[in-house]
């Protein structure tokens, strides 16, 4: 198990899904990174920072969204320690873009040792097991080879091939109930267990919440991150979780601005 060990406030964010449509979410982005440069001692960041990733290379000639993200990233990594995990959308991040940065890549999953005591942190979409199909797409895509393969590419041909797997995701997901993009049970007890944590926290689902639960007679706790969306919804949502010596808390984005 790769562990981390943390001291002070740590922030969390994740399902960002920045990207040249979302305006006010890359806004509300920058302002929660300043935020964090005062406030935290260390931010993480575990995936669907980027609604789309094709690739490292892509900062090279970055579009000017993505030009600000990374100044701001580079910026708040300058003063705190900041960690970039990889999710369903951006599971291309490496390590080009972390040393361009000054960030560093968070492992899959990772054991935080905090003021608080430990905790699992993962993206999430590992647990939505009822998900057949996408867990087939994400063997498909974490497969090394396939990944060579799609980065021998030019930069446009990626880019068309991700708007059309984006697009037959949507139109998949508009057949699926919300059951089966969730987590489920079975696989969040077999982590429990596996790993012995009492504290869980994870994204990608979309749906905030702390669950509490019991698993082999032990109280365990899942955490489920926020996802931002301040271009698209009204009003707009977002946050983020502290976790601290006193224990864990989400805040708002909405209430905090």
């Known amino acids: 198990m790769n562990k981390i060990t943390l001291s002070g406030p740590i922030w969390l964010a994740s ?7 979302t305006p006010a979410t ?15 001692a260390a931010l993480l960041l575990p995936g669907d920072i980027f609604d789309a990733w094709i690739g490292d290379d892509v900062i090279r000639a970055a579009p000017p969204w993505l030009a600000t993200a990374l100044t701001a990233l580079r910026d708040t990594a300058a003063r705190i320690p900041v960690w970039l995990g990889r999710g369903n959308r951006d599971f291309l991040i490496g390590e080009e873009l972390a040393k361009a940065v000054g960030a560093r890549l968070l ?50 041909e990626r880019l068309a091939m991700a708007q059309q797997a984006r697009g ?17 049970a079975a696989a969040v007890e077999a982590i429990f267990r596996d790993t012995h944590v009492r504290v869980l926290v994870h994204g990608h689902t979309h749906r905030p919440a702390r669950h509490v639960l019991e698993v082999d007679g032990v109280k365990r706790e899942r955490w489920v991150l926020p996802d ?30």
């Open 228 to 257: 931002w969306d301040c271009d698209h919804v009204t009003p707009p949502r977002g946050g983020w979780l502290v976790i601290d010596r006193d224990g864990l808390q989400f805040y708002d984005l909405e209430t905090e601005a």
């Open 15 to 21: 399902d960002l899904h920045l990207g040249p449509a």
């Open 107 to 156: 492992p899959e999953p990772a054991l935080l040792e905090t003021d608080f005591g430990q905790i699992l942190l993962t993206h999430g979409d590992e647990f939505c097991t009822d998900d057949t199909a996408y867990q087939q797409f994400r063997t498909m895509v974490r497969n090394p080879q396939w990944q060579a393969e799609f980065l021998s590419k030019t930069i446009p």
């Open 168 to 184: 037959e995701s949507q139109a998949a997901n508009q057949m699926k109930s919300m059951e089966i993009m969730d987590v489920n």
């Open 26 to 40: 890359s806004e509300a982005f920058v302002a929660f990174l300043q935020a964090a440069q005062e406030e935290a």
